[in-house]
């Protein structure tokens, strides 16, 4: 007898809006026209890019920071044209980076307990790109390795720590990058392109290991990601712009191993995989719905396993990583759905009786401990992500200061010594900390000031105040 419906543990899960008073209210998100996510998220912080007049801002909210967001709430605001996509540091969750339409990108330390002032200052500014840079994204296994792509039709791949751009691949791509993915261990990237391609590239040899010509036929903007056993996962459109999903082999991509039509709305597929679980959910900008797909070895190999419908369409969406999830309630997801004026977290549970761990649902994840150095990376080196257990829950450890280190160029002349090299080195380290420790002394001297000063004009108002009081009572 063959089985009539296919097993699976993932069948029943099911979305589930938070009640309002533990959504974010009050926020005016961004009404720029790209097609990024506008929101991300980690175990801390959720991050949001907000309208702002004259230059481009971000929200940063710790996770408990619920209920309506005061205007005048501390923003991150340090570009000087619209942000267009933020993505926080895989190996710190005080670290995130952002691309704007200015053509830079920067990088930003967040303080430990979330902001209590405006932050105009980056950590460092990346500069390289011509055109707005629209996609950031961090590398998953080496320490401080940034790729940004911008409308130049260039990816670059930043060293955070010494602020170098090392790889710049500008002329492999023949029109505007939709978007870029990185494989499990970093040693490849996938590319979707308005000229319909799907590359698969290595770029440290600077070389295109795969392409697909037309991987969807249609117009509207395409997305590609890498899944865990190498595959490439597309969405895009129809020649009849209806939606589809494909599932590619980059050895062998002629033909996908799926392809599937969904529906013929116009909102672009913004795919979020969960490679623990092999599940992909798919929101359209624009739907009021989430789907979700369980990928295996198996025909048809994309399992449809059910839709998170809601009323409010959405204009962004920000993807909990694994270990910021509730391992009680047996989550398995968490989305923060951006609305007009709101960021509403929406969770994914599967119905269990036990309340013990489940072990089935929760496999080893990856965990904040980056692999590798940024040098061995570039040197060739990979190697799988760190993996952590949730049998206990996940507890954010502290987090060291992303520190830069710039490099002089006029230190870069060959010389004929080794030796004379690595006496020299600790010498520089403890100048540029001595550096830095000053500039952290300077930096809280003036926070010390600013709040001296506001606690005068507190008290100055305070005394007016008592003054009109007594007035008024005589």
Not at 40 to 58: D, M
Not at 350 to 367: M, N
Not at 381 to 388: C, G, T
Not at 405 to 433: F, W
Request: proline residues 5%; charged residues 25%.
């Amino acid at each position: 007898m063959r089985r009539v419906v296919r097993q699976s543990k993932f069948r029943h899960v099911f979305g589930q809006a938070v009640k309002n008073d533990q959504c974010y209210d009050d926020i005016r998100v961004s009404r720029v026209t790209w097609d990024s996510s506008f929101c991300a998220v980690n175990p801390r912080f959720v991050a949001i890019i907000i309208e702002a007049s004259g230059g481009g801002a971000f929200l940063v909210l710790p996770l408990h920071k619920t209920g309506r967001i005061d205007k005048s709430y501390p923003t991150v605001c340090g570009h000087t044209g619209p942000v267009l996509d933020i993505d926080w540091c895989p190996h710190n969750d005080q670290v995130i980076a952002s691309g704007s339409e200015d053509c830079t990108v920067m990088v930003w330390q967040i303080p430990e307990n979330g902001l209590t002032l405006s932050l105009t200052e980056p950590v460092v500014i990346l500069e390289g790109h011509s055109k707005r840079v629209g996609i950031v994204a961090w590398h998953p296994t080496a320490r401080n390795v940034l790729l940004s792509a911008g409308c130049d039709n260039a990816v670059i791949i930043w060293n955070v720590g010494t602020g170098e751009a090392l790889l710049n691949l500008d002329d492999m791509h023949s029109d505007m990058i939709y978007n870029v993915s990185w494989n499990r261990t970093g040693s490849l990237i996938c590319t979707a392109s308005k000229d319909k391609k799907v590359r698969v590239i290595d770029p440290r040899k600077q070389e295109i290991v795969a392409e697909k010509e037309k991987a969807h036929e249609g117009a509207r903007p395409m997305r590609a990601i890498f899944l865990a056993d190498g595959n490439v996962f597309t969405t895009g459109f129809s020649r009849m712009s209806e939606r589809q999903l494909a599932l590619w082999n980059p050895k062998n991509m002629q033909e996908p191993i799926a392809l599937h039509e969904m529906d013929t709305s116009n909102g672009v597929l913004l795919p979020f995989y969960d490679p623990d679980t092999s599940i992909i959910y798919l929101c359209g900008k624009g739907d009021s719905s989430i789907r979700y797909f369980e990928i295996t070895d198996e025909s048809p190999y994309v399992h449809y396993l059910n839709t998170f419908s809601s009323k409010e369409p959405q204009r962004g969406m920000g993807y909990m990583p694994k270990r910021g999830l509730d391992v009680n309630k047996c989550e398995i997801a968490r989305f923060f759905k951006l609305h007009e004026r709101k960021c509403e977290p929406i969770i994914m549970t599967v119905p269990r009786k036990s309340d013990l761990f489940q072990d089935d649902l929760y496999p080893d994840t990856a965990g904040p401990e980056a692999a590798l150095e940024a040098e061995e990376w570039f040197e060739g080196k990979n190697a799988d992500p760190i993996l952590i257990s949730l049998k206990h829950g996940y507890i954010p450890g502290k987090n060291r200061d992303l520190k830069v280190v710039k490099k002089n160029i006029l230190d870069n002349k060959p010389t004929a010594n080794k030796k004379c090299d690595l006496i020299n080195i600790p010498k520089k380290t403890t100048d540029t900390a001595s550096v830095q420790n000053e500039a952290k002394l300077d930096e809280i001297l003036k926070e010390i000031k600013s709040i001296k000063d506001t606690i005068c004009n507190q008290d100055e108002r305070i005394s007016k105040l008592e003054q009109q009081m007594a007035k008024i009572a005589a």
